[in-house]
């Protein structure tokens, strides 16, 4: 393998040798004590006098290598890349893979681009669709929120007399999800990883809960309740689960009634319950 040394102990190393021929030779054993000097092997000070020699034909000594800076593969050029990345259309630019076969290019330089940042990963919002109807309404909807002061003056409703209802549905198992479990390190106690059953994990049953906030103010968060749209019933025929004759809650579909009815017995309640 051939020995590679800096630019600058090069020259240097060169330039000694210069100071020390006479007509283009070197006395015995100086490339032994020179070498000695700067550390090198003889080999190492006999390759740059050799270089440097036959080189003179053109005034400039060439002992500065020219290889250490051109070794390897050379860098692809990052601004190609880009270009050919821009040339795919952003929403086809899903995940490294497609990108990788969409442009023609291997998974390190993709990696690289990355790395170096050329790309970045971005989420793909999905924003409301506004119909010209929906902005109209919408203005309207701050329009008639306007008030009108005693003076002649201009202010939005404070909105204090407001309840908001809105209907959400929750799953009444969470799938996965991650818990904190000792491990019995240094003699504490031993905890087992819960779990739980389900006969689908694609069809985990969902209950709809109604929903009431208003405006917080004060010590008052604005919380006025939400309640499961549910029904208690009894059952008719025994199972693996459960013996007949037992009360048990299942959801139901929210109607005009049911609506109704949670917000005479629930709702109403609940907001007179929160009054000062």
């Not at 000694?16 to 004590?33: A, E, F, Q, V, Y």
């Not at 020179?34 to 080189?55: P, Q, Y």
Request: net charge positive.
């Amino acid at each position: 393998m051939t020995t590679q040394i800096r630019d600058d102990l090069a020259q240097a190393l060169w330039e000694t040798l210069l100071l020390n021929s006479s007509n283009g030779r070197l006395p015995h054993g100086d490339i032994k004590r020179i070498a000695d000097e700067f550390g090198f092997g003889r080999n190492v000070v006999g390759r740059i006098w050799r270089k440097g020699l036959t080189s003179m034909d053109s005034c400039v000594a060439a002992v500065v290598k020219a290889v250490w800076s051109r070794r390897g593969r050379k860098k692809v050029d990052r601004a190609g890349l880009c270009e050919r990345v821009a040339q795919v259309p952003v929403v086809d630019r899903e995940n490294q893979r497609t990108l990788q076969l969409a442009t023609n290019t291997s998974a390190y330089l993709i990696s690289q681009l990355i790395k170096e940042g050329y790309l970045w990963r971005a989420l793909r919002r999905t924003c409301p669709l506004l119909t010209p109807k929906h902005i109209s309404d919408r203005m309207k909807y701050c329009a008639d929120r306007v008030l009108r002061t005693m003076k002649g003056g201009h202010y939005f409703d404070p909105m204090y007399d407001v309840v908001h209802l809105d209907e959400k549905w929750f799953y009444v198992k969470k799938v996965g999800g991650k818990v904190y479990v000792l491990t019995g390190k240094d003699d504490v106690p031993i905890d087992d990883p819960p779990v739980q059953y389900a006969q689908s994990k694609r069809h985990i049953k969902k209950v709809m809960f109604l929903c009431a906030v208003a405006r917080p103010r004060g010590d008052w968060d604005g919380k006025v309740g939400i309640w499961p749209v549910v029904e208690t019933y009894t059952t008719q025929r025994a199972s693996v689960n459960r013996p007949a004759g037992v009360e048990e809650v299942r959801p139901v579909s929210m109607t005009r009634e049911i609506y109704r009815d949670m917000l005479v017995n629930d709702v109403i309640p609940a907001i007179k319950a929160k009054w000062p």
